[in-house]
């Protein structure tokens, strides 16, 4: 139970009532939780306004990929909700990413709030990666001024061991052992990617399809 405030829960579901059961559900064991495409679609920023009551952390996954000028606009709004974490394609290029970290240390002063982590989005763990795209990618994020990136816990000790500064690594695709990858192609373990460097973890489907959440929670380290 030590690591579970490395998960990430994701909510992928389809109304609020379902994001609720499992913020009431798992919340203080859990602290962090998704927002997705699918969930803030869904709900918009009424989920996240219930996840900051309760006392959880937002990651908010967007994956922000635009020209500078909307994704500037779209990180000041995700500031004003009052996020821990947001993502964002680091294929959107330079102007892109560091008229985002600009806008955020702005909007954040600006507003007097903390300031979320800004994570690079690589190559998606539902795809084949080469180690050396994902590390040129998370490269370029970094000297962007970004705070970290997300990968597959197949890439992490690789970025670990050839990117010496301080970084973030958020690792989808965590699977319990035996468990079917589903449509992920890059997985791994809890006890896996915390080994290889990962800093927090997002689990999805075991949560969310377990009889019971919490203990399925419990049993993943």
Do not use: W
Request: hydrophobic share 45%; net charge positive.
């Amino acid at each position: 139970m030590k690591n579970t405030s490395k998960i990430i829960l994701a909510l992928d579901v389809e109304d609020i009532s379902s994001a609720r059961y499992f913020l009431n559900r798992l919340y203080p064991r859990v602290k962090n939780f998704k927002v997705g495409a699918q969930l803030f679609l869904a709900c918009g920023p009424g989920i996240i306004q219930s996840i900051n009551k309760k006392g959880g952390r937002v990651f908010l996954d967007l994956k922000l990929f635009d020209i500078p000028n909307t994704v500037v606009n779209a990180v000041r709004q995700a500031i004003r909700l009052k996020i821990a974490m947001l993502t964002l394609h680091i294929s959107g290029g330079d102007r892109m990413l560091l008229a985002a970290v600009a806008a955020a240390r702005e909007e954040s002063r600006r507003r007097r709030l903390k300031r979320p982590l800004l994570l690079g989005v690589t190559v998606l763990t539902s795809q084949e990666a080469d180690p050396r795209t994902v590390l040129a990618m998370a490269r370029r994020g970094l000297r962007c001024g970004l705070d970290g990136v997300v990968c597959s816990a197949k890439e992490a000790a690789f970025l670990r061991s050839r990117i010496k500064k301080r970084f973030i690594i958020v690792t989808p695709g965590i699977r319990p052992k035996g468990m079917a990858a589903a449509d992920q192609k890059r997985t791994a373990t809890a006890s896996e990617a915390i080994q290889a460097g990962s800093n927090y973890l997002v689990v999805g489907r075991p949560i969310l399809k377990a009889a019971d959440p919490l203990k399925a929670v419990e049993e993943l380290f």
